[in-house]
């Protein structure tokens, strides 16, 4: 059971890590500026947000399983479409089309997934959210890894990401054929009274600030050692996956961390990281200590997303519900993430456009309140 959970996120972190090893070529294959590529990756958070709303519904409806099989097709097309529109078209339009496509596809697994592994983590009865969110950081350092490789060596993405994608497909349907039934939201207040719910809101505020930070080293980081540090193209995306690398070790001892302390000092001590590594990143004189700024900012951007997910679904009755909601709005900073730092890059360069983030980390820790369990309900 926790296995089958654990192998879709590390599938979807692999996929979506490959996607990022390769946006320094689709910058290039597509002629355009830090604006422009900002726009462009505006694609798949829009088809995230298009789909995520509704995707709770139909988990509730259907369960985890065929919604997330639903979710590997959109996301399957899309790492089919989008570079093939880049590299063999030079096409702005289809490679919308694609990352549209597969922002769906991204958002309807995310949701799937994240709603299985709660109700994993009410059966086991005990912290696992973190780990899951560890197997998908493993599934994005191999994607980084095999993306340093690839670029190294000068494989098309053309051909990098469709065969990627489809190699991933019998993996997800073997996986999710031992999925947990249905998860039912009678008696509680339905997809859109989710919406209503001052701490589900608050909760999905705070994942939105912290999925910024996680967001902005996804889109922007390599993009940022390269323009603002003189680094090889590779370097960058080496130093991408050592954020990743730092980020899985965060969500592996992330259950220990949280059964000890809470959620709440955790969630102090990870926003205090990421203001320290976006530091060293911008501002370090040597390679050495922005290396290590990559390595902090990575660990601090560990836990946000997965205690955000164990916060929503801490009442395992209209648990669909909420992480449909918190996830809808944490993939806001997706959303208006990248052209905002997109723009604010052409002004002040890729590389300070980043210390955003580190001012993002004073709300984080100031809304992490909202992840304490409710009264009478025993903190996952």
């Known amino acids: 059971m926790v296995g089958r959970v654990a192998a879709v996120f590390a599938l979807n972190g692999a996929l979506f890590a490959s996607f990022v090893s390769r946006v320094p070529d689709l910058r290039e294959a597509l002629s355009l500026g830090n604006g422009g590529l900002g726009l462009l990756l505006l694609a798949i958070a829009v088809g995230s947000l298009v789909a995520l709303p509704t995707t709770g519904a139909l988990v509730a409806r259907w369960g985890p399983a065929p919604v997330l099989r639903g979710g590997l097709a959109l996301a399957t097309a899309g790492l089919v479409l989008a570079p093939l529109g880049a590299d063999l078209a030079a096409s702005v339009p289809v490679t919308v089309a694609g990352l549209v496509l597969y922002g769906a596809g991204v958002g309807v697994w ?3 997934m994240n709603v299985e592994g709660a109700e994993v983590e009410r059966r086991v009865g005990r912290t696992v959210m973190p780990r899951f969110h560890a197997a998908f950081s493993l599934g994005t350092v191999g994607g980084a890894l095999l993306g340093v490789l690839v670029v190294r060596v000068g494989v098309p993405m053309s051909v990098h990401l469709p065969v990627l994608a489809l190699l991933s497909v019998p993996v997800v349907l073997a996986a999710t054929a031992g999925f947990l039934p249905a998860v039912r939201v009678e008696g509680g207040s339905g997809a859109a009274g989710a919406w209503l719910e001052p701490r589900t809101l608050l909760v999905g505020l ?10 902005s080293a ?11 540090h003189g680094a090889a193209d590779w370097v960058g995306v080496a130093g991408y996956a050592g954020f990743v690398s730092a980020m899985t070790l965060g969500r592996l001892v992330g259950p220990q961390v949280l059964d000890r302390w809470g959620r709440v000092p955790a969630l102090w ?10 530091v060293l990143v911008v501002h370090a004189p040597a390679w050495p200590l922005v290396a290590l700024g990559c390595l902090v900012w990575g660990l601090g951007a560990s836990l946000g997303f997965p205690v955000g997910m ?10 669909a519900a909420r992480v449909s909601v918190v996830s809808t709005i944490g993939y806001a900073a997706f959303l208006a993430g990248p052209p905002l730092l997109g723009a604010l890059g052409d002004r002040v360069g890729t590389l300070d456009s980043l210390q955003v983030i580190a001012v993002l980390m004073v709300p984080a820790a ?6 304490r369990a409710p009264v009478a309900k025993v903190s996952a």
Do not use: I, Q
């Open 110 to 112: 995310d949701v799937a």
């Open 206 to 215: 705070m994942v939105l600030t912290f999925a910024a930070g996680e967001g």
């Open 218 to 228: 996804n889109d922007w980081l390599a993009l940022a050692l390269v323009d603002g």
């Open 269 to 278: 001590a990870t926003a205090g990281l990421v203001a320290v590594g976006v």
């Open 310 to 319: 164990s916060a929503a679904a801490d009442d395992p009755v209209g648990a």
């Open 366 to 371: 100031l809304l992490a309140l909202a992840t």
